[in-house]
């Protein structure tokens, strides 16, 4: 298994508080992804780094930053959560030397519940 | 834009039938392809992935694709249903040539096995 570390687990907080959600990886793979997973709506890109200081917006980036000051980590920030930011995030990474052919490799995921 | 439809948000099957999982894809550059198989409360894994080599393509746990260009798809099968099977299961497309960033998801199908 990839080495991907996403904490906390198992998040509750109330609207209007700030919140990170922290991704490790032990892999050192250059490129590093946030995704929420909500039914009905698959998975859905937040945001993604292509190395340190290197960062862009996915599809649902709305609400949400990152950063990534060192190649092994990966920290998603809720400025201010809402409850449709209730859902379930994971990191993956990709290994650019596989090959090129853009396989992710998850974490086990960190739900987070905004009341 | 690369895009993913998966056909039916749950299929059920009796243990030891077929198994087909349907997905159709929209790319306007070559598709990398790809399922992931999702556990209870679990991240997601790697079933197998088409990267323009085979156009059939095995994968874990005796699922099998089909890469059929004309068809623009990339159903998944396996000849006989086991209880372990049951997951949430999901269709991925490279989001662009470069792969950088990342994969676009199907919004899943849940496989249901009836004892």
């Known amino acids: 298994d990839a080495g991907i570390t996403q904490s906390p687990r198992h998040k509750v907080t109330e609207t209007g508080t700030p919140v990170t959600l922290r991704c490790h990886q032990t892999?050192?793979?250059?490129?590093m992804y946030w995704y929420r997973q909500d039914p009905g709506h698959g998975l859905r890109l937040i945001h993604y780094?292509?190395?340190?200081?290197?960062?862009d917006k996915g599809e649902v980036s709305d609400g949400y930053s990152v950063s990534r000051s060192k190649t092994e980590d990966f920290l998603l920030t809720l400025e201010s959560a809402t409850s449709s930011q209730t859902s379930v995030y994971f990191c993956?990474?990709?290994?650019?030397?596989?090959?090129?052919?853009?396989?992710?490799?998850f974490g086990e995921g960190s739900r987070l519940t905004v009341l | 834009a690369q895009s993913v439809t998966q056909l039916g948000s749950h299929v059920s099957v009796s243990e030891g039938a077929l198994v087909l999982l349907r997905c159709n894809y929209s790319s306007s550059v070559p598709p990398y392809l790809f399922w992931y198989v999702q556990y209870p409360n679990q991240g997601l894994q790697l079933l197998l992935k088409?990267?323009?080599?085979?156009?059939l393509v095995k994968g874990i746990n005796g699922f099998e694709a089909e890469f059929k260009k004309s068809e623009t798809s990339f159903h998944l099968t396996k000849p006989s249903a086991h209880m372990s099977d049951a997951a949430e299961y999901f269709c991925a497309v490279r989001t662009s040539g470069g792969g950088a960033d990342g994969l676009t998801f199907g919004k899943g199908t849940h496989l249901i096995i009836q004892p």
């Open positions: 993956a990474i990709s290994d650019t030397t596989s090959g090129g052919t853009g396989e992710l490799f």
């Open positions: 780094s292509y190395g340190v200081k290197d960062t």
């Open positions: 088409y990267t323009s080599a085979a156009t």
């Open positions: 892999e050192n793979h250059r490129y």
